[in-house]
């Protein structure tokens, strides 16, 4: 069974099923048919007991001599050998018969029966077969009254031993060669159905199956091609059909999940040459100072020498700067950060981070406003990380905000959370830039307006952490605004 394939397990069963049908079928045929025949032959010898009763005086007599009644017998059963004849008394047991010594295995017939077929009872009636009592047989009966009581019954098996040996012998042979013609058509139908039928049921699953076997040889462009099949229409219950939809859908995940490797690896690697540009920029500058600053130490002013030294120390702190937000952004990335949430006043926190930026934002005679809606409750979220959300975006609005310009947040409660937004008076976000403002841009672009860069990744990666997000709010004036909000 294990080295068969589908069309030929179905066939064999197919076939099984068949031969245990037609034997089901002949059995209950031979069965119908035997019951028909026995049925007939009791209506046709319904008065038969009645006729041997009425016409021998000696069973109405009343005086059964046993000698007598078995020549009686004997003589009947010679005109029908079919039949078996039996004196009964009036409580059923057998008081005259013609068996040969020997044969009768039974003294006593159930009167019931006998009744019952006396009474009109819907024929085939079975009575008890004296010679062989496992096997019931209709029979014919009439009483015998003497002085108008029932003193005893004429009872005739109408189906006898010799009947029964013929006929056997006959339905033996018959039930062989309807079996043998039975099966030879059985399996010629079995084998036409297995070749036909069979092989149409499972076209679809050896076109399944061979789609499937493609994509173990044909790789990711198999899978591609699969994924661009139509999905085949059938009936919700067609399970052949609903595999072959699964597979599909399977094909087109595998290939969106490819599309977005193969967009995340693009990402990366613009990512790594990204931060190789921007490291190399400030590194060849401290390089070259510090360099300038070894060879020319001694023909230098101590005014450049100061100047060479200061330009040094903002590229170093510059390369620092980058390379801190570089590993923050991978400890978010790969969740080595959890949150660690406690209730605390949002605007408070504001009003601290707006003083770490008194001094750069009065140096370039900025100003910082603060709209904050009276009676905001606090919010349950990590401290440390919202107040890196809120310097990273001030710090951003101060470096492209020019001089004498605005910065203002605004805080107000909605739906269960703080609403912050912080807006500038800048030059605002390229129309160009808006789509992927928070994802690092490519060296390759030749746009020189401002972009998110790492600070705007380190926000909504922890806004993100806290089941929020962070949006452009597109502004009619000049200026950048973003939104975001912090749960209660």
Same mark, same amino acid.
């Given at each position: ?29 031979? @069965? ?13 010898? #319904?008065? +038969? ?7 021998? $005086? ?29 004196? +009964? ?19 006593? !017939? ?26 019931? *047989? ?10 108008? *009581? ?55 699953? @050896? ?6 076997? @493609? ?16 999905? $085949? ?18 094909a087109k995940r595998i290939d969106q999940q490819w599309q977005s490797l193969m967009v995340q690896d693009q990402q990366r690697r613009e990512f790594i040459a990204n931060i190789s540009h921007d490291l190399r920029t400030p590194l060849t500058s ?36 980058? #390379? =801190?937000?570089?590993?923050?952004? #991978? ?23 707006? =003083? ?9 005679? =900025?100003?910082?406003? #603060? ?57 605002? !976000?390229?129309?160009? +830039? ?15 307006? @401002? ?10 990666? !922890? ?26």
């Open positions: 069974m294990k080295n068969l394939t589908l069309a030929q397990r179905l066939t064999l069963v197919f076939m099984v099923l068949l031969i245990a049908c037609c034997a089901l079928s002949g059995y209950m045929q031979v @069965r119908s048919s035997n019951q028909y025949s026995q049925s007939v032959i009791q209506r046709l010898s #319904a008065n +038969l007991a009645t006729q041997i009763a009425a016409n021998n $005086p000696l069973l109405s007599e009343g005086n059964w001599d046993p000698k007598v009644v078995h020549t009686l017998f004997d003589q009947l059963m010679a005109v029908n050998p079919s039949v078996e004849v039996y004196l +009964l008394d009036k409580e059923g047991n057998i008081v005259g018969n013609a068996a040969p010594a020997g044969r009768l295995q039974q003294k006593r !017939i159930d009167l019931a029966p006998v009744n019952a077929l006396l009474h009109g009872a819907k024929m085939p009636v079975y009575g008890d077969n004296p010679r062989d009592p496992q096997t019931p *047989q209709v029979f014919s009966a009439a009483p015998l009254q003497v002085n108008g *009581q029932i003193e005893g019954y004429v009872y005739i098996v109408l189906l006898g031993d010799a009947y029964t040996t013929l006929t056997s012998d006959a339905q033996y042979q018959s039930a062989i060669a309807l079996a043998l013609r039975s099966m030879g058509l059985v399996a010629l139908f079995g084998l036409l159905a297995g070749a036909l039928a069979f092989r149409w049921v499972t076209r679809p699953v @050896r076109k399944l199956t061979e789609q499937i076997a @493609r994509l173990d040889t044909g790789g990711m462009e198999a899978i591609q091609a699969l994924a661009k099949t139509n999905v $085949p229409e059938g009936s919700a219950r067609d399970e052949v059909t609903l595999l072959q939809q699964a597979f599909i859908a399977l401290l390089h070259g100072y510090l360099e300038t600053l070894s060879v020319k130490s001694d023909n230098l002013s101590n005014e450049d020498r100061q100047r060479y030294l200061n330009i040094a120390l903002t590229q170093s702190k510059k390369v620092g700067r980058l #390379a =801190q937000e570089l590993f923050e952004l #991978a400890r978010l990335e790969y969740g080595v950060v959890k949150p660690q949430k406690e209730s605390f006043s949002l605007s408070e926190l504001v009003q601290d981070v707006f =003083q770490k930026f008194e001094l750069a934002t009065e140096t370039r005679g =900025q100003k910082l406003l #603060a709209d904050i809606t009276p009676g905001i409750p606090l919010v349950n979220a990590d401290l440390g990380m919202i107040e890196r959300v809120l310097t990273n975006l001030l710090d951003n609005a101060i470096r492209f905000t020019p001089e004498g310009g605005t910065i203002e947040i605004k805080l107000w409660p909605h739906a269960g959370q703080v609403m912050v937004q912080l807006k500038d008076s800048g030059p605002g !976000i390229a129309p160009e +830039l808006k789509d992927n403002l928070f994802v690092r841009p490519s060296i390759l672009s030749t746009n020189k307006h @401002r972009a998110g860069g790492l600070g705007l990744m380190i926000v909504r990666r !922890i806004l993100q952490l806290h089941g929020s997000d962070i949006k452009l709010i597109e502004q009619p004036k000049h200026g950048a605004c973003f939104q975001f909000s912090v749960p209660l």
